[in-house]
């Protein structure tokens, strides 16, 4: 079986560890994705990577789409060719640009036209388009092209988003099946499908139960990373989660402090990804087992123990949170990789270690013992 | 010994191969030093410092001064301990600045008053803070305070710099004396002395000459990195090494194409140390065995080969052109990265094999075919 996914144990309240297959490899689940967007985790090689442990690396359509081209990437021989990863992929639709870059682009029914934010050509990205580049770009997981309902729209809108991602991903399903689901390299693409809904309950439990009809590898909780407050954004993810089989891997997009990623796994979420860990090092903030640290601050400058003295990664273990502030307070380009190296280890060996207090039935006491403890330092 | 020199192997033509002993292990000679002005190669870590084979590495006075200041550095156990690095380093006095930011700089006969180019605030340096300051530091080698004279001085000027080079050089000395050569630390600390005398091989004369009487643990030729022609610069440099010992060790400030390189070891020159290999890769240029190649041009956009087909870093052994050049088209850290680390580990593989080479009689046949490659690449 080149994709499939399994659940290897399972606690009473819902959180599951498992394995999902891909034509790349086994990825251990629940599973934190490094963001690549451009074929990169920012500052960290692949060799970093594998050494953090990452099994599956997210990359974006959108941005490979404009640079390099995904023609280069097929050339290369797909996504986990052309970076040097190797491993499993996947990649994002370009769905959230329709968000995040809403001033260029122009939504219609069977599509978006958007301007390049790089050099304001034009560009038409339909369902069918998007697998195909995604079928030349060859990651184990495809996203549809969807359509987030922007926070805080009145109902009608949410609703439209609501129809719109649905039927673009039917009209997704079509061309994938095109092929197989076969990538220009000739292998098994899987593709997720994306519950929306905003923060509506019900709107969110009709996303839901429309796409788990349509039977697909696995299914995405999206638009919850879009600002609203914790317990509306868990409310909402719990509506979704209610609706999504238990047999297929769930993908929460986008979000993930270390209490999101916990709380998740709680709720039965299987895959994670977020820019926080590697977005906040090159901005002076490392995730620690003892909680949110700011290098800027002067209490770091002498400092000569280590970021986090229970992280065994070489930031940690190499170097001293007073060399880290001089690097950070120089803007050496040193400091934003290695606090993105110690954060991605960071958020990897979290997910490693709730794994295994699942697979260990120890779940309740690890995820209280890594609560308890995260907190105790708070920049 | 705690530092100390020998030479291996001599050639016909003055090209030596040694050994330079220090506090922190001993570095074999000739050898690149890479530049990390503030306690950081730019963009690398130490890890990959040592998997290039890196021997000691140069840091300096001046920035550490004003961050992190010298006393967190010496509270860290010195440069080799605040760096992560451990190995051994030497620290550049802070002379050039006086070059470098000539407009912040008023020199006397006594030292010289700065405005300090990250907030304007008043410093001043002295020969005896200077070698203080270093003492702080730590490094293994000293570089006194110098003056080099700006190029196309009036004789008189460079007249002067030289006799004020010569007086603060016996202060160092005398400051150098008052704890018998110890560091903060209580290691052994080495001072070289700096012949300048600009582009006038008289004046290059008397300062080497002068110099020599005093007996120090190495002789630098300074101010030969300042931008004049080739054949006028390597005259400059060869009046100064033909005044020079043959029992010390023998540093060429600053400056390092691969030719540079391989034609101040044929001139007996031991130690180099330049901006050259960091600053060009974070500008997407790459120094290979085929010559100097610049990763944005189209032509490498397909070229799913390695940078340098004869290069065993890890940039040449996981990545391709193609990818490389994605990262630097889009500016992503990793593509700075990623050329810092083969550059550096192009030019310390240059010296290791113009090293062996020296070692087996065979130096004119490995110049030859270094040279004789470099250059079917040029872009």
């Known amino acids: 079986m080149s994709f499939g996914f399994e659940t290897l144990a399972r606690t009473p309240g819902g959180a599951r560890a498992g394995r999902l297959r891909t034509p790349h490899g086994d990825v251990p689940t629940p599973i934190f994705m490094p963001v690549g967007t451009r ?16 099994g599956i690396v997210l990359a974006n359509t959108y941005h490979l789409y404009l640079r390099p081209g995904v023609d280069v990437v097929r050339e290369a021989g797909g996504l986990a060719a052309f970076s040097g990863w ?7 639709s370009g769905g959230f640009q329709i968000v995040s870059l809403a001033r260029l682009c122009e939504l219609d029914e069977t599509g ?21 580049f995604q079928r030349e770009l060859g990651a184990d997981v495809m996203m549809p092209l969807d359509v987030p309902p922007v926070p805080g729209a009145p109902a009608d809108e949410t609703a439209r988003a609501n129809r719109l991602t649905l039927a673009w991903l039917r009209r997704s399903i079509e061309e994938r099946d095109r092929t197989e689901g ?15 809904g905003g923060f509506d309950p019900a709107a969110r439990r009709e996303a839901a139960t429309a796409l788990v009809e349509l039977d697909l590898d696995g299914y995405a909780a999206g638009g919850l990373s879009l600002g609203e407050d914790k317990g ?3 409310e909402a993810l719990q509506v979704t989660l209610d609706h999504l089989p238990a047999d297929r891997p769930r993908y929460l997009m986008g979000m993930g402090t270390p209490e999101d990623l916990v709380d998740g796994i709680a709720r039965g979420v299987d895959l994670f990804d977020c820019v926080l860990p590697t977005r906040n090092a090159r901005n002076a ?3 620690t087992s003892g909680g949110p640290v700011n290098l800027r601050l002067e209490r770091h400058a002498r400092d000569f123990g280590p970021l986090d003295s229970e992280c065994r990664c070489e930031t940690c273990t ?15 380009m040193l400091g ?14 979290l997910v490693r270690t709730v794994r295994e207090a699942i697979l260990e039935g120890e779940f309740e006491s690890a995820r209280a013992r890594i609560l308890g403890r995260y907190g105790e330092e708070n920049d």
């Open 318 to 332: 190499e170097y001293t949170r007073s060399y880290l502030r001089h690097l950070v307070k120089t803007g050496e």
């Open 39 to 54: 074929a990169t985790v920012k500052a960290l090689s692949v060799s970093d990577l594998r050494r953090a442990g990452a």
């Open 285 to 287: 903030q490392a995730f």
């Open 112 to 132: 978006v036209t958007f301007r390049s934010h790089l050099d304001g050509s034009r560009h038409r990205f339909t369902p069918e388009s998007v697998v195909r």
């Open 182 to 196: 076969t990538s220009s390299t000739g292998r098994r693409q899987a593709l997720f499908g994306i519950a929306q």
């Open 336 to 349: 934003g990789r290695l606090l993105s190296l110690h954060n991605v280890h960071y958020y990897l060996n």
């Open 86 to 92: 190797g491993g499993p992929t996947l990649t994002d």
């Open 232 to 234: 509306k954004t868990r």
